[in-house]
């Protein structure tokens, strides 16, 4: 994974308060409307990820609207509707996050965090960039790899999910808007985004295709 990808998002976020570090396993919150612009809205607080550069946003509903996007603008997220609200600016409203996609990347980032930390503590192999898809995930290096590794870091990544390592997520105590994550024993790798709490909740990893492009490999990943 990249290392500070998401510390430009945090410093951006101050006019609503986030939740989805304090307890990444919410799913319904009540909160007030502080904005609205057409179909966009502006929260007290939010439960929803938005979309960064390595991973897609979430879904969701405020009240009996879609959520269909959330947007970073300056200082403020954006919650994008599928259509303008009957809702007022302070008004309380409803959230309901979808849970099923929420979890399904949750589970996704905790895999490929867990197989970066075996290909570079074993096999001395750093990648150069981590993406979280929908259904899917993928790790790239700067060089091909051979067979041997890849499978190797497979068979000890779901080695380390069956023994259920705990994997905690939390703040720098000195850098603000700075987060890590540590799973097991591994060493903690800076990280803003959202994990499972523990590597039996990944499921399998399993490895669904690996392809050279540009002289760098790519695998990617799935979880079931």
Known sequence: MTRDWFHHFLEAVQMTKILFHEDAYLKERQTKVTKIEGNRVLLEETMFFPQTSNEPGDLGKINDCEVIGLKKEGDEIWHILNKAPLFKKGDTVNLQLDWNKRYKKMRLHSALHLWVEVFDLQFKERAVAGVIKSDS????????????????????????????????????????????????????????????????????????????????????????
């Open 137 to 224: 995930a993928y790790l790239v290096f700067k060089h091909e790899l051979a067979d041997e590794i890849i499978q190797k870091a497979l068979e000890q990544a779901n080695k380390d999910i069956q023994e259920g390592l705990e994997i905690k997520t939390y703040g720098d105590k000195k850098r603000k808007g700075f987060r890590w994550c540590q799973i097991g024993s591994y060493i903690p790798i800076p990280c803003g985004g959202l994990h499972v709490k523990n590597t039996k909740e990944i499921g399998r990893l399993i490895l669904k295709e690996k392809t050279i492009e540009t002289g760098k490999q790519k695998l990617i990943i799935e979880v079931r």
